[in-house]
């Protein structure tokens, strides 16, 4: 089924504050077994000169899932069908224990390759002061039949 | 903090050594767990297989998140990542028995302007490609 091209351009309102936590940091740094200081110990993070721990450099996809972009079923995406295709992030600086942070998407691009959907979602993940930390660019390919 | 590489010290070619990482279910459980994508193709093998995959795959986050921390380790300092990119090729098959092994090296493709260079990564399992166009952007001192 194709996902609908009306979404094309379509930019979503902002997500609720999301509060970046030492706790989630360690957490997620454990489950890709990244055992770096920077990610676990504030100390450690302040003597590299950050105000606290700071995430890896994938963490912001935690933040950024549950886009609202994606949960709108006229857009009409099968999901049990769905795999990654591309993903990139561009930073400001290091997403960091403490920020309280917004994610505001839009749909950039559907489009056919051959049996499969192609979607690309690019996301500004602000501070709630309006700090920009990071831009994501997320596209998901949708398998055909 | 800074990068522990000195951008005088590489240059366009300089090859950063290929490191190992497995990767087992109980990895993609926890990845799961840890960034909320309990998309079943990454755990149940029966689902994965009635959607048409080999088996269980890991998340592509997971994969790309591996390349990340062989950069991160190279640089010394995870804030020196500027730009990170990749597109998945081919998914990471991770059978229950055994698991998967991820291999993974870099080169300095480019050096930019401001202490900055592109580091073009190349990721495989099971002799495939995994990641392609993966680039890094960091920082050096």
């Known amino acids: 089924m194709a996902i ?26 454990d489950a890709i077994g990244d055992p770096n200081p920077l990610y676990r110990d504030a100390e450690a993070a302040k003597a590299a000169g950050y105000p606290d721990v700071i995430a890896p450099p994938t963490f912001p996809i935690v933040v950024s899932l549950g886009n609202p972009a994606l949960a709108d079923p006229e857009l009409g995406i099968n999901f049990s069908m769905v795999v990654h295709g591309e993903q990139r ?4 600086r290091p997403m960091r224990a403490g920020d309280v942070v917004t994610c505001t998407s839009t749909i950039t691009e559907i489009k056919s390759i051959g049996n499969n959907e192609k979607l690309t979602v690019e996301t500004d993940i602000k501070t709630v002061e309006g700090e920009l930390i990071c831009k994501t660019y997320n596209t998901l390919v949708e398998r055909g039949a | ?11 366009v070619g300089t090859e950063i050594p290929e490191r190992t990482f497995k990767i087992d279910r109980a990895n993609l459980v926890m990845y799961a767990g840890a960034s909320g994508d309990f998309n079943p193709i990454h755990w149940r093998e029966s689902f994965a297989k009635a959607v048409g995959l080999p088996d269980v795959i890991a998340h592509g986050m997971y994969t790309m998140a591996q390349a ?32 998967a092994t991820l291999q993974i090296s870099g080169k300095v493709e480019e050096k930019l302007d401001d202490n900055k260079v592109v580091v073009a990564l ?20």
């Open chain 2, 68 to 99: 990340g921390r062989f950069v991160t380790d190279w640089a010394g300092d995870p804030g020196a990542v500027v730009d990170y990119g990749v597109r998945f090729s081919a998914p990471v098959v991770v059978p229950d028995d055994g698991g």
């Open chain 2, 1 to 11: 903090m800074t990068a522990q590489v000195k951008y005088a010290d590489v240059e």
């Open chain 2, 122 to 141: 190349t990721a495989r399992a099971a002799d495939q490609k995994v990641l392609t166009r993966a680039k890094a952007v960091v920082r050096l001192a």
């Open chain 1, 89 to 92: 992030f561009a930073y400001t």
């Open chain 1, 4 to 29: 609908n091209r009306d979404f094309i351009g379509r930019t979503f309102p902002p997500t609720e504050p999301y509060e970046v936590s030492r706790v989630k940091i360690r957490e997620f740094a």
